[in-house]
């Protein structure tokens, strides 16, 4: 169950505030609230990856609606937690516009989403009229361009024909996993081609990868891209087959372990929508492992798809279902919008999904397979995004207007805010800082969004 703090309130205003939370004996845990922001205008935390490696930094993007669905952002910025200052990392041009922004876990760099310059109507923003850079925090301003694209036949091995989306960095910082959607199949005009699904890719620092200017919005890449995950246009209900793969996140700090023992370095869960034997879809926990040599195209068909067929994953690239839900009452993984995520040893994957009572429940499953463990067991639904403490024994989330954290091991829920109807939590992100000892999110004040963070101390069970 949900464990209430004695909380010590103060109002939360556009300038930093602060928050003292006490809980009650035997339960005890000291949560300081800030408010780290305060400029009017839009303020998105990504729901993973926010965080500076050595802490001090968080980054966002300035997207204006609350929840980001409007990519109009033209700004990445970052705070520096101590000082509340604020430094620009990029600002897009021509019209272009650029958002959900992460931070690589080795290196002062950050990766996120860049819209088309000059759009037209041919082509305006969208999933496959987006692409990702990379901007050097040593050099803002300077955007280096992630994945390479090539949209004119017969394409280019290691880019891509489309647009990606949420780029985060592998635990060793070495590959960057995305969602993808495809220009080609999506404007095509060939009835029994592929159909534009979203997949989810991964790009390695093999590049450069240079794609001929037959093109306009053709462009060449730093990383050689490719797709990891399979879908098919019509899933056969009942079966392992899936319509769209989503909202993805890296397996371990350095893989996992399978049953035998030895280790998976690379691999990627991932929601996948199925079809289940009465006809409706679910969306299930699924697991990519990949090779080590992403380069080499399988039988099923070329890395960089054809005019037809969308991109192959590489050879030795194995997709696997891990839950199989159709037969509870609640199907499926539920809740608000969030992205599986793995512990740090890469043991358990965490997803949402409703218990028998119809509440939204943290869960946890291995990436071997077997069943799901729920985690939680409270009466309020779990209500955001979420993240592993590196130490894996806790997650944080938002229940109930509250900032909370959850113990994995015993599925106790301790709350770390009151809450607060002129200050409410957004949704979208609750990330733990790398050495744990913060989490960011975003409230929404005065009609903006802006980001807190709680400093922890004292924390037990």
């Given at each position: 169950?949900?464990?209430?703090?004695?909380?010590?309130?103060?109002?939360?205003?556009?300038?930093?505030?602060?928050?003292?939370?006490?809980?009650?004996?035997?339960?005890?845990?000291?949560?300081?609230?800030?408010?780290?922001?305060?400029?009017?205008?839009?303020?998105?935390?990504?729901?993973?990856?926010?965080w500076?490696?050595n802490?001090?930094?968080?980054?966002?993007?300035?997207?204006?609606d609350?929840?980001?669905?409007?990519?109009?952002?033209?700004?990445?910025?970052?705070?520096?937690?101590?000082?509340?200052?604020?430094?620009?990392?990029?600002?897009?041009?021509?019209?272009?516009?650029?958002?959900?922004?992460?931070?690589?876990?080795?290196?002062?760099?950050?990766?996120?989403?860049?819209?088309?310059?000059?759009?037209?109507?041919?082509w305006?923003?969208?999933?496959?009229?987006?692409?990702?850079?990379?901007?050097?925090?040593?050099?803002?301003?300077?955007?280096?361009?992630?994945?390479?694209?090539?949209?004119?036949?017969?394409?280019?091995?290691?880019?891509?024909?489309?647009?990606?989306?949420?780029?985060?960095?592998?635990?060793?910082g070495?590959?960057?996993?995305?969602?993808?959607?495809?220009?080609?199949?999506?404007?095509?005009?060939?009835?029994?081609?592929?159909?534009?699904?979203?997949?989810?890719?991964?790009?390695?620092?093999?590049?450069?990868?240079?794609?001929?200017?037959?093109?306009?919005?053709?462009?060449?890449?730093?990383?050689?891209?490719?797709?990891?995950?399979?879908?098919?246009?019509?899933?056969?209900?009942?079966s392992?087959?899936?319509?769209?793969?989503?909202?993805d996140?890296?397996?371990?700090?350095?893989?996992?372990?399978?049953?035998?023992?030895?280790r998976q370095?690379?691999?990627?869960?991932?929601?996948?929508?199925?079809?289940?034997?009465?006809?409706?879809?679910?969306?299930?926990?699924?697991?990519?492992?990949?090779?080590?040599?992403?380069?080499?195209?399988?039988?099923?068909?070329?890395?960089?798809?054809?005019?037809?067929?969308?991109?192959?994953?590489?050879?030795?690239?194995?997709q696997?279902?891990?839950?199989?839900?159709?037969?509870?009452?609640?199907?499926?993984?539920?809740?608000?919008?969030?992205?599986?995520?793995?512990?740090?040893?890469?043991?358990?994957?965490?997803?949402?999904?409703?218990?028998?009572?119809?509440?939204?429940?943290m869960w946890?499953?291995?990436?071997?397979?077997?069943?799901?463990?729920?985690?939680?067991?409270?009466?309020?639904?779990?209500?955001?995004?979420?993240?592993?403490?590196?130490?894996?024994?806790e997650?944080?989330?938002?229940?109930?207007?509250?900032?909370?954290?959850?113990s994995?091991?015993?599925?106790?829920?301790?709350?770390?805010?009151?809450?607060?109807?002129?200050?409410?939590?957004?949704?979208?992100?609750?990330?733990?800082?790398?050495?744990?000892?913060k989490?960011?999110?975003?409230?929404?004040?005065?009609?903006?969004?802006?980001?807190?963070?709680?400093?922890l101390?004292?924390v037990?069970?």
């Amino acid at each position: 169950m949900i464990r209430p703090l004695c909380v010590l309130t103060a109002p939360l205003l556009l300038a930093p505030t602060f928050v003292t939370a006490q809980a009650q004996s035997p339960k005890h845990v000291t949560a300081m609230e800030k408010q780290l922001t305060s400029a009017p205008h839009g303020h998105i935390l990504t729901n993973t990856g926010v965080w500076s490696p050595n802490g001090k930094w968080i980054v966002y993007d300035v997207r204006s609606d609350p929840a980001g669905e409007q990519f109009d952002g033209q700004r990445i910025e970052r705070v520096n937690i101590d000082s509340g200052v604020v430094e620009s990392l990029f600002v897009s041009r021509n019209e272009a516009n650029c958002g959900v922004v992460t931070y690589a876990p080795n290196r002062d760099a950050v990766v996120f989403i860049h819209g088309p310059e000059n759009p037209d109507n041919d082509w305006q923003y969208s999933a496959f009229h987006r692409r990702g850079v990379v901007v050097d925090a040593d050099n803002p301003g300077t955007a280096t361009n992630l994945d390479a694209r090539d949209i004119v036949a017969p394409y280019t091995p290691g880019a891509l024909r489309g647009g990606t989306h949420v780029h985060t960095f592998s635990g060793d910082g070495q590959w960057i996993s995305f969602t993808y959607e495809d220009h080609v199949l999506a404007t095509g005009t060939e009835r029994a081609g592929d159909a534009n699904q979203r997949n989810v890719g991964v790009s390695m620092p093999l590049g450069p990868v240079a794609v001929p200017a037959t093109h306009p919005r053709n462009h060449s890449g730093s990383h050689y891209s490719v797709l990891v995950t399979r879908t098919t246009n019509e899933p056969k209900p009942g079966s392992d087959e899936i319509s769209k793969a989503f909202s993805d996140a890296w397996i371990g700090n350095n893989g996992y372990v399978r049953t035998d023992g030895t280790r998976q370095e690379k691999a990627i869960a991932f929601q996948g929508h199925v079809q289940t034997s009465d006809g409706s879809t679910n969306s299930e926990v699924f697991v990519v492992d990949l090779p080590d040599d992403v380069t080499v195209a399988s039988k099923d068909g070329p890395l960089q798809g054809t005019l037809t067929k969308r991109p192959r994953p590489p050879q030795r690239t194995s997709q696997r279902r891990i839950t199989h839900t159709s037969q509870r009452k609640y199907p499926g993984i539920q809740g608000v919008r969030h992205w599986l995520r793995s512990s740090p040893d890469g043991s358990q994957i965490a997803f949402l999904m409703k218990s028998d009572d119809g509440v939204v429940q943290m869960w946890t499953v291995s990436p071997n397979g077997g069943a799901p463990r729920q985690i939680t067991n409270d009466e309020h639904d779990v209500s955001s995004a979420f993240s592993w403490h590196p130490n894996g024994d806790e997650i944080t989330h938002t229940m109930d207007g509250s900032v909370c954290i959850t113990s994995v091991d015993t599925g106790k829920t301790l709350r770390l805010t009151d809450p607060n109807p002129n200050a409410p939590l957004r949704p979208e992100a609750c990330v733990f800082s790398p050495d744990g000892s913060k989490i960011a999110y975003v409230r929404h004040v005065d009609g903006w969004n802006q980001i807190f963070v709680l400093t922890l101390s004292g924390v037990s069970f």
